[in-house]
């Protein structure tokens, strides 16, 4: 092994020594969010879009205008307890707060720039007059810092959309500038739904002890987020047995689509950012690939209580901080080097021999601001999983639930450790031996 390798060893066991005081700090439940009746906003019953982790644009009605204020600033964010950075956002988040409207509407949004560059913002799906498009440079000057522009025009269809920025949106973009959306039916189509989410994905690059994500980067993303949030720090879904229910998901990742997957259940994809998806070009289906720059609406009926996972399916996507760069050590004897370093580092330990999981449970410290790779407490133990990922709770009724507690499975409804005997009356050897 060269000085090199060695380096190489050292760094996995740094980059994976994941968990200490950061576990102490994220292994509580999933963030609580009491699930509220929902307000009705639009025409025929529809009911307002909740945005978990997040807020709504308020609106004030000025002859008959919806007017609104965004803040382009920068912004103290923290992914997960253990993880804070310097970000840029609007209104003092990121994502910044959902844009939510009727079809017809005539809204006029103010944009004020308190960041260090000039700044605009582009309405990501809508078609209105070419010179509220946001294109810096094309469809006008960019909005210099100090200063504010206006924005109007008339909203003449339904959707679900995006705002972010179209100056420097590399940068912008991979600070955290980015919000959803949504305008309602003056007509709704469909049947109606109990409850409306939305989820803006995205990701990061955030060295552990860095305090700044990366714009520059195009590859190594390491923090995962749903609406900014990594888990353990999502909060949870709490819908109602029974309940039609919509999610709008949108991707302004810098290079990486995002294939949602929900257990326990069945939808269909209702709507994208080009419009309403007609009932004859639907179909079943468990997984959404969300594209980067684009959104992508699904609705279910969630028949099956419980709490069900609901993350994306690449796999180092429900990681936290991964580092990617370390040797692979799995079925490696790491015994001889341990006791090397030992010797210099007496609570030096080789980890991934066995592969990576129950890492977070091992009582380590991690460097400063950063956090586990993966884990928040479950009902069994801990959720070995990070990044994109939350839980969808199925509840009989929703409204008396905050999010905190874990569902109460039916005697004989849980996985267990197989009886002997049943093993044997059923003609399983669990020591026969393959090849």
Same mark, same amino acid.
């Given at each position: ?24 700090? !994220? ?19 529809? #009911?307002? #879009? ?13 002859? @008959?205008? %919806? ?24 209104? *003092? ?18 944009? !004020? ?21 946001? $294109? ?34 590399? !940068? ?44 520059? =980067? ?10 900014? %949030? ?19 998901? *949108? ?41 980067? @720059? ?23 996507? $429900? ?10 050590? $799995? ?43 993966? *884990? ?10 990070? @990044? ?11 409204? =008396? ?15 267990? %450790? ?18």
């Amino acid at each position: 092994m060269d000085r090199r390798e060695f380096m190489q060893l050292g760094a996995l066991a740094g980059g994976t020594l994941l968990a200490g005081q950061a576990l102490a700090q !994220t292994s509580s439940n999933l963030a609580p969010v009491r699930a509220e009746k929902p307000r009705i906003v639009a025409p025929g019953g529809q #009911v307002a #879009v909740v945005t978990p982790n997040g807020s709504t644009l308020p609106w004030k009605n000025v002859r @008959g205008v %919806k007017v609104g204020h965004l803040v382009a600033m920068p912004v103290k964010h923290t992914f997960a307890p253990g993880l804070e950075v310097e970000a840029w956002g609007y209104n *003092g988040s990121t994502p910044g707060p959902t844009i939510e409207a009727v079809e017809g509407d005539r809204i006029r949004i103010y944009v !004020t720039n308190r960041l260090p560059e000039p700044t605009t913002v582009h309405w990501h799906g809508l078609i209105l007059p070419n010179g509220m498009d946001g $294109v810096s440079g094309l469809n006008q000057r960019p909005i210099a810092p100090g200063e504010t522009f206006a924005y109007e025009f008339t909203l003449n269809r339904a959707g679900t959309y995006m705002y972010h920025p179209h100056y420097d949106e590399m !940068t912008q973009m991979a600070l955290g500038m980015m919000g959803m959306l949504i305008v309602h039916p003056k007509r709704p189509r469909g049947p109606r739904v109990d409850r409306d989410f939305a989820l803006m994905t995205h990701e990061w690059k955030v060295l552990p002890g860095m305090r700044r994500p990366d714009p520059n =980067a195009m590859s190594d993303f390491n923090v995962l987020t749903f609406n900014s %949030k990594a888990f353990p720090a999502t909060a949870p879904l709490i819908i109602g047995r029974g309940e039609r229910v919509r999610i709008r998901f *949108g991707n302004l990742s810098a290079m990486d689509h995002h294939p949602i997957h929900l257990h326990g259940l069945y939808f269909e994809m209702t709507g994208t950012d080009g419009g309403f998806v007609p009932e004859s070009a639907r179909y079943p289906e468990t997984s959404v690939l969300v594209p980067v @720059g684009s959104t992508r609406v699904i609705e279910f009926v969630a028949d099956e209580p419980g709490d069900w996972a609901m993350h994306c399916h690449m796999t180092h996507h $429900v990681m936290n901080q991964m580092g990617h760069e370390a040797p692979v050590t $799995v079925g490696a004897n790491a015994r001889t080097i341990d006791q090397h370093v030992q010797a210099l580092v007496p609570q030096y330990m080789t980890m991934g021999q066995a592969g990576m999981g129950g890492m977070e449970e091992m009582g380590m410290p991690v460097p400063t601001n950063s956090i586990p790779m993966m *884990g928040g407490k479950g009902p069994f133990g801990s959720i070995d999983m990070g @990044g994109m990922f939350t839980v969808l709770k199925v509840r009989e009724n929703p409204e =008396a639930e905050d999010g905190s507690g874990w569902f109460a499975h039916p005697k004989g409804t849980v996985a267990d %450790k197989a009886d002997p005997a049943k093993l044997a009356a059923d003609g399983i050897d669990p020591d026969v031996h393959f090849g």
